[in-house]
């Protein structure tokens, strides 16, 4: 049986994730990076493991003591950890960041990869064995948009393809063709309730890929916390990017947007 190693972050998409390769066949190792890891996860992965993800060298030897060659980084870990000092670093990880040109996501996130490969380890498409919750294009809720929710939508769906190509964020929160916030350090669900303060409600989200997307790390996603997020907001709909956006828990994500009055379209 192979081995898969699970380098996990918050979310529900690590046990969704860890169920399928399981299903698959898979033994699956998972290694929770950062505190708030979803619990579910101890009981879907065949061994788990609790590692800061400042402590690389950690990381890589259990990985290898595991007989772990190929690795999933799933689930949400944010640079503010980074930034805040709330996570000790090792002095692989430290020697790691102090050669980066620069701490951009994908910049931290290569320099990873590259150095799991230096010790033989590769890392899987996120979305490999979860590309099911991938939904096409077209009307996800009950309710379809406005033609004035349908042009902030368009507007969004732009907008966060620019700053995605700039690796800032890949959300956007519109109002009447106007753009109230932009999500980068902060994450997606701080990056709504802003922009939602900011237009007063009636906002639209917008969550797409980076034009250039690394199916390794970083795939857009939305879920239960991301509908929370729109509600406190009174945002009244969500766009995202068709076959390129994981939608988490749909039959939840649907019930709350329907209750309300929230549209989902993936474009």
């Not at 033994?27 to 061994?47: F, M, R, Y």
């Not at 990880?93 to 040109?101: M, P, Q, S, Y």
């Not at 902060?186 to 309730?193: A, K, R, Y």
Request: glycine share 10%; proline share 3%.
């Amino acid at each position: 049986m192979k081995t898969i190693g699970l380098l996990a972050g918050i979310g529900r998409l690590p046990v969704e994730f860890a169920r399928a390769a399981r299903g698959m066949g898979f033994n699956v190792i998972a290694i929770a990076v950062v505190p708030g890891i979803d619990p579910e996860l101890v009981a879907a992965a065949d061994k788990f493991h609790v590692i800061s993800v400042g402590q690389l060298d950690d990381i890589i030897n259990t990985l290898k003591k595991e007989q772990a060659t190929e690795v999933a980084m799933i689930g949400k870990v944010t640079k503010e950890l980074m930034f805040a000092g709330a996570v000790q670093l090792d002095a692989r990880i430290r020697k790691l960041l102090a050669g980066l040109k620069d701490n951009s996501d994908d910049t931290i996130m290569l320099a990873f990869v590259r150095e799991l490969a230096s010790e033989g380890i590769g890392v899987l498409d996120q979305t490999a064995l979860i590309r099911t919750l991938m939904p096409g294009a077209g009307q996800i809720t009950k309710r379809a948009p406005s033609d004035s929710e349908k042009a902030d939508m368009e507007l969004g769906f732009k907008m966060a393809k620019e700053i995605g190509g700039l690796d800032i964020g890949q959300t956007v929160v519109v109002k009447n063709l106007a753009v109230m916030a932009v999500e980068a350090i902060e994450g997606t669900d701080v990056c709504i309730l802003r922009g939602g303060e900011l237009g007063r409600g009636d906002v639209v989200v917008a969550k797409v890929a980076k034009p250039n997307q690394d199916l390794r790390f970083d795939v857009p996603s939305v879920g239960p916390d991301t509908l929370r997020a729109m509600i406190k907001a009174r945002a009244k709909g969500l766009v995202i990017e068709a076959g390129a956006t994981l939608l988490i828990d749909k039959e939840t994500v649907v019930r709350m947007a329907d209750d309300n009055g929230i549209t989902i379209i993936a474009m």
